[in-house]
């Protein structure tokens, strides 16, 4: 049989080796067929039939992860058969499948922020980083951090372990920090060429203008008010909103580009399509609610009289309004109370009429209390019926009838029922209606272009992309949906954004949610699933004035006061985390959204686990596992170890540790390679609010923490690791990595942390004043490091040493397959340097040492300088920058040359350690790696390559012949070694019942 095979694939006739799967001649044509069993180091498994193809004449679908190509053999991998399958198979997984794709509080959110991940920065204390995160779905939220009515908190988990998590106030928190800071300015893409006009300048108009920015399209705002802001200026009162947050934050948005027009206005200034003649390739109508609706009874147009927002707005503008001694506010919202509010501050009586009881008023709690607190009068269960005028036709009275509650509404409200007889008049100067207000659409009746609007005076919209029924006109905010909440306002001016993009570029407006899982509302959960594990904290909120505070010096000031930076970072301890971890990377949310799968089209019961977190680095969620099998056959198969197994059978199958022991007791060595191969996060790194979940950036580097040079592809999200995996097909060492190239980045301390070092001219005076140097290093240090350590040593006229491990260690075998070489190095490299190799307990001669990554027994009456991780008794220290914060190369057994990368900045205390040792030997002509490695290079001709290392390349072979020794582990492994003694990783527990 013929080495090579002739097959159809999709219609294209390709040829493909014997032998090989159908997967994998797939993926070498560039198509990609789902699976989540799949490993190319495992035998074919097929379990979750999700790879399913279809191949003529065979009887029905066939795995494509097990099935070879034969000759003549016809495939197509994506036909409507196909896709069904698939999207049964998704849905039969996802069927059982429990948790939360994303947290509910971002579910609840109109704008979809990242709630958890941005408490998650909060929490480890980096606010800046909070504030660019909500800002990628918020530009406002300094103003939703102080008048938002955070409809998260409703849904937030907490609430079912003691009260809800403090949401609001901590992103204003982050918010305020920023501007006291410096605002947050995004990149902006290149110029598009494209033109927008946005025709309204309020929150939903500001969101669209500040995306579409980025995006590179020109944007000009037209407002027709003086400035801009909208109903978060012109609707809500400065104590609760101060001006010079508002334009502050409003300034961020036009600092990135966008022109502003004020007190243009669209049906008198310019139309639609005037817009249009003028070049604009798009618009967007985000007019607001601007017209304050009629309470409808006899004389509501009287002098006298007036709507709720069109009194906020004259006292915004200075108009004059004749307040004059007693005033009377109808409504029950958040309007209705900051009219009263307003009006107290104006020198009034204030009485408020509702015509339900407290218990319906839909104004927040909050807003509620405040106001009463100010003196302004309740009276619930009373509506008026008439305005009553005096002689010159001006309101005097108003005739109001006393309600009972009877039958719900279509609202699920009591319906208010007049009581017969209970009327009386009541004397006020100023009769204020604030309830509602409705989109003025007279502004484009008479445009060619309008759009067609709605009963309620709204344009008709697609909610899902914003599309009017006119081409190339967008509509967001309360002219579209209704009046609404600001941050739903900002919602919709963000999709608009997004649909307007994809209408510019001349493709389909088609947005589409990512598939999201739910373990339900918060009605619908239980208390004690949840309130038993976790201690029990209460709330912290931000600090409301006393009412005589508030009202002081004309009452105009702030009336409450955010959290400081203590408080938010113990309030956003709080957050019990109920997103998915593996959200941005989980392979079933992936195709479930790609297949349109729905969880609910096969109901019944579904299993239910309790979290197993005994692995203090290791974590399993059997919930959500969907029994693939890939952990326990990679644990078993690859690593030879077994420490994960198939629990019970049928439908109650789990995956666990053998027995259900802790899994570090089960022989687990903590590699974690279990976590990569998992496709939903049901195993996961036991970490917390430190990893986010964020969306990470990756970065390929190698590992140094033993001979072998593994890859590890670590994420990074705002300066921080929030994980390390191994290098998909990397082919060293079997894609595989340890529990140090893992989970080693937990020894990194924070970029402010202190350290108390020495200077460098307290060790260049230890240094001159040396009888005999010896210069003592790790042979898993740098290729450059090393070389810097060496020209010290000759700088001095001293010695380089190495230290030596058993005899017998090479001849150890490791715990399973593929596992961390500790006690071996190639030293190479050391050898041509002249290095010398110290055992174990022999002498050193010298008066002067000096440590770099490693420790020696006895240092007695000798001086000591130390390059090291973690600070000894030392003469003069300096800290040991750590592997993923350093640039070079490592050489590994084979004598490859791995690309080691650094991730992250140095910390304000690190010092490159290539640049201390060549500074300390007074050639800082050699800092730069260039220079360094050149210099290495004219020395040692085998190492010629590392003058011009190949781009985007981790590895590349040298010319030195490996040189394999026994040696003593490193600094860094005994301080990774202290690290896990202290998380409990060996901490054998008792699981019988003795104490």
């Known amino acids: 049989m013929s080495d090579i095979v002739t097959i159809t694939l999709n219609d294209k006739e390709v040829q493909a080796s014997a032998g090989a799967t159908i997967l994998a001649v797939a993926k070498a044509n560039g198509i990609h067929i789902p699976t989540f069993c799949h490993d190319d180091r495992l035998k074919p498994y097929a379990s979750c039939f999700l790879c399913v193809v279809e191949v003529e004449k065979a009887r029905g679908l066939l795995p494509a992860c097990s099935t070879q190509v034969m000759p003549g053999m016809v495939i197509r991998t994506d036909s409507e058969k196909v896709r069904k399958a698939r999207t049964m198979a998704l849905e039969l997984m996802l069927s059982d499948h429990v948790g939360d794709c994303v947290a509910p509080c971002e579910a609840t959110c109109p704008a979809h922020i990242d709630i ?29 951090g102080r008048i938002c009515p955070h409809p998260c908190e409703s849904q937030c988990r907490r609430g079912l372990v003691d009260e809800p998590v403090s949401i609001n106030p901590l992103k204003r928190f982050a918010a305020e920090y920023e501007l006291q800071n410096g605002a947050f300015l995004p990149e902006t893409a290149p110029d598009t060429g494209k033109r927008v006009a946005i025709v309204g300048g309020g929150p939903a108009g500001l969101s669209a203008a500040y995306y579409l920015r ?78 304050a609706k009629p309470m409808r009874v006899p004389n509501d147009e009287a002098e006298g009289v007036i709507g709720g927002i069109d009194f906020l707005r004259k006292v915004v503008l200075k108009e004059p309004v004749e307040v004059g001694k007693k005033v009377a506010v109808i409504g029950g919202g958040d309007t209705a109370m900051d009219c009263a509010r307003v009006a107290r501050r104006l020198g009034a009586e204030v009485t408020l009429l509702y015509r339900r009881t407290q218990a319906e008023m839909p104004a927040l709690p909050m807003e509620q209390e405040e106001t009463m607190e100010e003196g302004v009068e309740f009276r619930f269960l009373t509506a008026p019926t008439e305005v009553v005028l005096d002689d010159t036709g001006r309101a005097s009275l108003l005739r109001v009838i006393s309600m009972k509650l009877g039958d719900p509404d279509e609202s699920g409200r009591r319906r208010p029922v007049p009581i017969e007889g209970s009327e009386e008049d009541l004397p006020f100067d100023l009769i204020i209606s604030a309830i509602g207000q409705d989109p003025d659409i007279s502004c484009i009746q008479k445009d060619s272009e309008k759009p067609e609007t709605t009963r309620w005076n709204t344009f008709v919209y697609d909610e899902n992309t914003n599309v009017t029924t006119q081409e190339g006109v967008f509509a967001a905010g309360d002219c579209a949906f209704g009046p609404n909440t600001v941050i739903r306002a900002v919602g919709e001016g963000q999709r608009a954004a997004k649909a307007i993009n994809l209408y510019l570029a001349g493709a389909d407006v088609e947005l589409k949610n990512e598939y999201a899982i739910s373990l339900g509302r918060i009605e619908e959960l239980e208390m004690e699933d949840f309130a038993p594990r976790y201690t029990h904290k209460k709330r912290v909120e931000d600090t409301v004035f006393p009412s005589e505070e508030r009202l002081k010096d004309g009452g105009w000031d702030a009336i409450n006061k955010g959290l400081d930076e203590m408080q938010a970072m113990a309030e956003a301890s709080r957050c019990i985390e109920c997103g998915c971890n593996a959200r941005f990377d989980c392979d079933l949310r992936k195709y479930a959204t790609e297949y349109g799968a729905d969880e609910k089209r096969f109901t019944g019961e579904k299993r239910k686990y309790n979290d197993d977190t005994r692995h203090p680095l290791i974590k399993i969620e059997g919930d959500k596992c969907i029994t693939c099998g890939s952990c326990v056959r990679v644990c078993l198969e690859v690593r030879g170890i077994g420490a994960l197994s198939f629990i019970d059978r049928g439908f109650g199958t789990r995956v666990g540790p053998n027995f259900d022991d802790p899994l570090q007791l089960t022989g687990c060595d903590a590699c974690g390679m279990c976590i990569d191969v998992c496709p939903t996060g049901a195993l996961a790194p036991n970490t917390g609010k430190e990893a986010g979940p964020w969306v990470a950036m990756e970065t390929i580097t190698t590992c140094t923490s033993c001979s072998r040079g593994c890859g590890l592809n670590v994420g990074t999200a705002e300066e921080r690791v929030v994980r390390v995996t191994s290098v998909d097909g990397d082919p060293v060492n079997n894609a595989v990595i340890c529990a140090e190239g893992r989970f080693g980045y937990q020894l990194l301390g924070g970029k402010k942390s202190q350290v108390d070092q020495s200077s460098v001219e307290e060790a260049r005076e230890i240094l001159a004043a040396a009888g ?35 005899d017998t260690a090479l001849e150890t075998q490791e715990r399973g397959e593929y596992g961390k070489k500790t006690g071996e190095a190639n030293v190479a490299l050391l050898e041509r340097l002249q290095a010398t190799g110290l055992k174990k307990g022999e002498a050193l001669s010298a008066d002067t040492v000096l440590l770099v990554g490693t420790e020696i027994e006895t240092t007695d009456g000798k001086k000591v300088i130390e390059v090291n991780p973690s600070k000894g008794n030392a003469d003069a220290y300096f800290v040991l920058s750590h592997p993923l914060r350093t640039e070079g190369m490592m050489i590994n057994r084979d004598g490859d040359l791995g690309i080691v990368r650094a991730v992250l900045p140095k910390s304000d205390h690190e010092h490159d350690c290539h640049m201390l040792l060549v500074e300390l030997a007074g050639e800082e002509s050699l800092a730069g790696l260039d220079a360094l490695r050149n210099q290495l290079a004219d020395e040692i001709e085998e190492l010629s390559m590392i003058r011009t290392p190949e781009k985007g390349e981790r590895l590349c072979k040298s010319g030195l012949e490996p040189v394999l020794k026994s040696v003593m582990p490193d600094s860094r492994e005994g301080v990774f070694a202290e690290h896990l003694k202290a998380i409990g990783m060996y901490e054998h527990k008792c699981q019988c019942s003795c104490s």
């Open 116 to 144: 958890q991940g941005y408490i998650a920065h909060i929490a480890n204390g980096n606010p800046e980083a909070a504030v660019r995160l909500i800002k990628k779905s918020n530009p406002l939220p300094v103003v939703c």
């Open 214 to 291: 980025q995006m590179g399209h020109a944007v000009v705002l037209f407002e027709a008010l003086p400035e801009l802001g909208g109903m978060v200026r012109y609707g809500i009162p400065r104590f609760r909103l101060p001006w010079d947050l508002l334009d502050n934050e409003i300034q961020a948005i036009l600092d990135l580009g966008v022109d502003v027009q004020t007190g243009k206005k669209l049906g008198e200034d310019f139309t639609i399509a005037s817009l249009k003649e003028d070049g604009f390739d798009a618009v967007l109508l985000a007019i607001g609610a601007h017209l």
């Open 772 to 806: 005999e140097l010896a210069v003592v290093i790790s042979p898993r240090l740098t290729i450059e490091q090393t070389y810097a350590a060496a020209r010290l040593a000759r700088s001095f006229g001293g010695k380089l040493f190495y230290l030596l491990g058993e």
